[in-house]
T-cell receptor, first 114, second 110 residues
Framework: ETGVTQSPTHLIKTRGQQVTLRCSSQ?????VSWYQQALGQGPQFIFQ???????GRGNFPPRFSGLQFPNYSSELNVNALELDDSALYLC?????????????FGPGTRLTVL | RKEVEQDPGPFNVPEGATVAFNCTYS??????FFWYRQDCRKEPKLLMS???SGNEDGRFTAQLNRASQYISLLIRDSKLSDSATYLC???????????FGAGTRLFVKA
């Protein structure tokens, strides 16, 4: 196992609602990245947090936001949920160095928006 | 053009076969390359990093061609347990944004 945990495992919401997903990174890792994976697609980069600050963002609207805490755990918040937000949300932790290194993924949160 | 493109698959091969996956990337400044494996309804897991000189890990061989912006993965002597989706992953220079291909599905049959 990677040591990266996510909660909840599954979640069902309705359009317009808000959701918070959580991720605990692997011990010793200072960077957390979030991805959205729709069925049959590869993971799409949402954003990355490094030492509690957003370090970069993919092509996702502002209603996707996040936080990283002093213990390097992280949250992904999505406001005003849309049907297309239904996906597997993955977080990945890594140790930031000059070169990008291996990311360790958590098991994901499967979000269904009705 | 997508930033990372992979063979669409699926690949259906018998046990013992050799199978090759290809991946192209559009950003010539990309610096780090990986192959990840993802089992059905599971998280991606690192299979191997890809180095300029090429690298081998048991039955798996990865190659990088920077001039052609092309990455490959070769699996020899396929096992049933190799059945999974293989994801090509690229990180741009100094970047934070990890880009995944859509994945190539492999089915190995007895």
């Amino acid at each position: 196992e990677t040591g990266v945990t996510q909660s909840p495992t599954h979640l069902i919401k309705t359009r317009g609602q808000q959701v918070t997903l959580r991720c605990s990174s692997q011990s010793g890792h200072n960077t957390v990245s979030w991805y959205q994976q729709a069925l049959g697609q590869g993971p799409q980069f949402i954003f990355q947090y490094y030492r509690e600050e957003e370090n970069g963002r993919g092509n996702f609207p502002p209603r996707f936001s996040g936080l990283q805490f002093p213990n390097y755990s992280s949250e992904l918040n999505v406001n005003a949920l849309e049907l297309d937000d239904s996906a597997l949300y993955l977080c990945a932790s890594s140790l930031k160095t000059e070169l990008n290194t291996e990311q360790f993924f958590g098991p994901g949160t499967r979000l269904t928006v009705l | 053009r997508k930033e990372v493109e992979q063979d669409p698959g699926p690949f259906n091969v018998p046990e013992g076969a050799t199978v090759a996956f290809n991946c192209t990337y559009s950003n010539s400044a990309s610096q780090s390359f990986f192959w990840y494996r993802q089992d059905c309804r599971k998280e991606p897991k690192l299979l191997m990093s890809v180095y300029s000189s090429g690298n081998e890990d048991g039955r798996f061989t990865a190659q990088l061609n920077r001039a052609s912006q092309y990455i490959s993965l070769l699996i020899r002597d396929s096992k049933l347990s190799d059945s999974a989706t293989y994801l090509c992953v690229v990180n741009p220079t100094g970047g934070f944004k990890t880009i995944f291909g859509a994945g190539t599905r492999l089915f190995v049959k007895a």
